[in-house]
């Protein structure tokens, strides 16, 4: 019984460090992509640390975004595989 108790928290453990894995890749991805945007037209002063701040919560944002979906459709994808 121990051990399959091992296996299950060993489980979520490597669950949880790909997770975090995914989730600041996906940020970074969309910093990368975000810093195409013309970013100057939506801001008075580009170069400003408010300008900044904002840029990295959009990333963050989007970045959690498209992490969830990544991670969702590789749950998604490995359940449809036990079921199909």
């Known amino acids: 019984m121990v051990g399959s108790e091992?296996?299950?928290s060993s489980s979520v453990i490597y669950y949880s460090i790909a997770s975090l894995l995914v989730m600041l890749l996906s940020i970074a991805v969309c910093w990368w992509a975000l810093l195409g945007l013309k970013f100057e037209r939506f801001v008075r002063e580009p170069g400003s640390v408010q300008a900044k701040l904002l840029h990295l919560i959009f990333a963050v944002i989007l970045g959690h975004q498209f992490g969830n979906f990544l991670l969702d459709?590789?749950?998604l994808?490995?359940?449809?595989r036990e079921y199909f």
């Open 73 to 75: 459709y590789l749950r």
């Open 6 to 8: 091992e296996m299950l």
């Open 77 to 80: 994808s490995t359940w449809f």
